[in-house]
């Protein structure tokens, strides 16, 4: 037998697969059925039920699908790949690029959050789904930790840092972010939240360096001269010589129109 000769049931399947994304895509995961996918790619129930046996089993078929076009987007690299070449890109900058993916309006894969959270909600009834989602967790925790570890070898921490902690840490950054997005796109300024967790990240690893290198979302320029001064939004000033930030000197816009400054000691704001 060749071995790269494709089986008509790997076809069939396939099939299947793009018919029940294409439900979703039209009509919203609720509506996903077997009579609808029936409908979209012609066949029988019997013969549906020969290449998968549940509406689940094509739940989980769609969401491996979903998944690799997901990995196949983000930076065109393949995640699962061990041979990762981590030197292509800062592990920082590859933050900054998946957090610019994740919010992104429209979303490019919606389909992603409302399967990862009809997973979430039946795995206590479902194990495969719940191994499903482990599984997928697990390999973006264990890609980020070694990207992380290879990029603090070359640039030592200010601290003692656990790399797959700060991996499950960005890797919740971007279930909630996505998730928030999802829901109410107008809800916060992406750019701004990204930069806020991106500042963050850089600040508690590398403080010392934290202005010079870290990354822009949306691949904006780093003219950071005239800062919006928003209602409630934080405006840094300069404060040292060398043109780095410093978290000691920054001034919050209030609502009411005050101005407070707060130095390395903290005063009292009087009414």
């Not at 129930?45 to 998968?52: A, D, E, H, V």
């Not at 399967?115 to 499903?132: E, K, M, V, W």
Request: charge should be positive; charged fraction near 30%; hydrophobic fraction near 35%.
């Amino acid at each position: 037998m060749n071995p790269n000769r494709i089986s008509i049931g790997t076809i069939r399947r396939e099939q299947i697969v793009d018919a029940a994304v294409a439900v979703i895509a039209e009509k919203g995961l609720p509506s996903l059925s077997l009579s609808e996918i029936e409908k979209k790619v012609g066949m029988s129930r019997g013969q549906l039920t020969y290449y998968f046996k549940a509406k689940e089993d094509i739940l989980l078929a769609v969401f491996d699908r979903t998944v690799e076009m997901m990995c196949q987007r983000q930076c065109d690299l393949e995640w699962r790949n061990d041979a990762f070449p981590f030197d292509q890109i800062r592990w920082i900058d590859m933050v900054a690029k998946i957090l610019d993916l994740v919010m992104q309006k429209p979303p490019a894969h919606p389909e992603f959050g409302a399967l990862q959270y009809t997973f979430l909600s039946q795995i206590g009834h479902r194990a495969d789904f719940r191994r499903r989602l482990a599984q997928l967790y697990e390999e973006w925790r264990s890609h980020g930790s070694r990207h992380l570890s290879h990029d603090l070898a070359k640039d030592p921490p200010a601290r003692k840092v656990s790399p797959r902690a700060v991996a499950t840490l960005v890797q919740a950054i971007f279930h909630g972010m996505a998730m928030q997005t999802l829901v109410d796109p107008e809800a916060f300024d992406a750019e701004d939240t990204a930069r806020l967790c991106l500042d963050m990240l850089q600040t508690y690893l590398w403080p010392d360096n934290s202005s010079a290198n870290a990354p822009l979302p949306h691949g904006r320029g780093s003219d950071n001269s005239s800062p919006r001064a928003l209602e409630g939004e934080v405006v840094r000033k300069d404060s040292k010589k060398d043109g780095r930030l410093s978290s000691n000197n920054v001034k919050a816009n209030r609502p009411n129109g005050r101005t407070v400054s707060r130095g390395v000691k903290h005063e009292r704001i009087r009414e």
